[in-house]
Each structure stands twice: as structure tokens, then as C-alpha cells.
């Protein structure tokens, strides 16, 4: 290949990479410009002086982004988490099954994996073109309040403390409100569970309450985390691990909703975490 055919090889490569509008301009610019440098100097070692012609076509203008690359960061994070999440609740919805089957579970959550990346593409690609038409300039935003809500803790502990008396007694719960004989008998709990796995979530219940209690004069936010994640794989090993009452129909029900218990409490808990990096990057 003769030099002239090297440099018109290279241009192609960068001007295919620009718009149409400024690749003629831009062809007979570097054309003339390789011609002259390779003029007492190898042609090869002047396109490699150069660099890769995307290297090129980008010093002739910002190439079309779809996602701003200050965005790549949260949008994988939110992919991947997300993705994780999705397969998450599908295995969680199948542990709760009578009859298990983990890889078609699996194999149906990945068109949801699917949608659920497309959609984030589409939403961070709006973004970018927001941020384009109608540049946006920076202002603080409403300052975190860092003092201890009591109120909002307090409620918190009695609404919890409350939920805890229900689940010691269903039953008679049930009865307080008066509720036929039926309703009381399927809110039984299942002898299985008594034997190990009651008392452990009735201990788990109980450091919630401490924990509650202990945070209204002084939250603890790491120690909060690790027992949200504590929480989470106790409650998906109390779910999985057998009935818990005594009739299908309320052990189904109540597995389902502490099954989307867990995945609320999981997407907290990465918010939560992820501010107490910020919080804490701040403070060193």
C-alpha cells in the first residue's frame, strides 16, 4: 500500500466517525496536514503519532453520547443492583412455593432483567438530552436535618411494639377483634416453626425494639445497616425454611408479604449505605 493510500485509508477511518456536515472540511484539513508531516518521515510513524482515528475525529468535536459519562457510574450501579434485586425476588418467590423450581424462576426473570435495563437506558438517555437543550445550573439543594426525630422514633417503636404483640399471639389477636373461629384457626402457627424458627424471630423482633428504642436519643448508622442485612437473611431463612402457619392459604399470604418486605428493606438498606459513604467522606 502506497503512503498516499495509507493517509486516505486513515482519513476514511476519522471522518466515518463524524458528522456528515463537517466531514468533507475535515478530510482535506488532515489529508494536507499527513501529506506535509509525511513528507521527510515515515507515513506509518506519522499516522501513529497521530493515534486511533476515534482519537482523531474526537479532537473535532464532543462525540454523540446517548448517556453523559458522569452517568456511567450510577447507571451500572443501578443495572447491576437492579438486576441482582430482579433475580433476588424471583428466587424469593420460589422458596415460598411447595414446589421449587429455581432455574425456570431464573430463566423468567431475565426478561424483566431485560426490560428493567432498557428502561434505564432510556431514562438516563432523556437525561443527557435535557441536560443538553436546557443546561441547568447547579444550586444547593434543602439541607439534611441530622437531629434526631423523637417523634417520628417513638411512633415508630410503638407501631413496631405493636406489630411484634400481634405476632407472639395471632390468634388471639384475631379474637380481640372478633373474627370467627375459621380465622383464628388458620392464623395458628405451625408446630415446625415453633420449635427453632419462632424463637428466633421473636429475638429479632426484640432487637428491633432495642434498636428503635436506642436510636431515639442516638441513631448508630452503621450498626442500623448491619442489622437491616441481618434482618433480611433471617427473614428469608425463616420464609424458605418451612410452614409457618398452620393452613396454606394464611402461610402463603403472610410469606408473600415479608417476601416483599425483604426486597423494600434491601433497596433502603443501598440507599441508606450509599449515604452513609457520602456523610462519611465528608466528615475525613
Known amino acids: ?28 484539513e488532515l ?15 506519522v499516522l501513529a503519532s497521530f493515534g486511533h482515528p476515534a482519537e482523531v475525529a474526537a479532537r473535532y468535536g464532543p ?31 420460589e422458596i415460598i412455593k411447595p414446589v421449587r423450581d429455581f432455574q425456570g424462576a431464573a430463566d423468567a426473570a431475565w426478561p424483566v432483567v431485560f426490560a428493567w435495563l432498557g428502561l434505564l437506558f432510556v431514562g438516563f438517555a432523556l437525561r443527557a438530552w435535557h441536560r443538553r437543550r436546557r443546561p441547568v ?40 377483634v372478633g373474627l370467627p373461629q375459621p380465622a383464628i384457626d388458620a392464623l395458628t402457627y405451625h408446630e415446625r416453626f415453633l420449635d427453632v424458627r419462632g424463637p428466633v424471630m421473636f429475638a429479632l423482633l426484640l432487637t ?29 431463612w425463616l420464609i424458605g425454611s418451612g410452614p409457618i402457619f398452620v393452613t396454606q392459604a394464611a402461610d402463603q ?22 449515604r452513609t459513604h457520602a456523610a462519611h467522606a465528608l466528615r475525613h
Open 253 to 274: 399470604t403472610f410469606k408473600e408479604i415479608t417476601a416483599l418486605i425483604i426486597l423494600v428493606s434491601l433497596v433502603d438498606l443501598a440507599v441508606r449505605l450509599r
Open 208 to 236: 428491633l425494639l432495642v434498636g428503635e428504642a436506642v436510636a431515639i436519643w442516638r441513631p448508630w448508622p452503621v450498626t442500623q445497616l448491619v442489622h437491616g442485612a441481618v434482618t433480611c437473611a433471617v427473614l428469608t
Open 137 to 176: 445550573r447547579w444550586s444547593p439543594g434543602r439541607a439534611r436535618n441530622e437531629h434526631v426525630n423523637r417523634a417520628g422514633r417513638i411512633a415508630a417503636l410503638v407501631f413496631y411494639a405493636a406489630g411484634t404483640a400481634v405476632l407472639l399471639d395471632p390468634p388471639a389477636a384475631v379474637r380481640t
Open 63 to 93: 462525540p454523540v453520547t446517548l448517556i453523559d459519562p458522569v452517568d456511567t457510574r450510577r447507571f451500572l450501579s443501578l443495572g447491576i443492583g437492579g438486576a441482582l434485586l430482579i433475580h433476588f425476588g424471583a428466587f424469593l418467590g
Open 31 to 45: 489529508r494536507a496536514l499527513l501529506t506535509d508531516e509525511s513528507a521527510d518521515r515515515d507515513v506509518e510513524a
Open 1 to 28: 500500500m502506497t503512503p498516499d493510500e495509507l493517509i486516505d485509508r486513515y482519513v476514511a477511518d476519522v471522518v466515518a466517525l463524524l458528522p456528515r456536515r463537517q466531514r468533507r472540511d475535515v478530510a482535506q
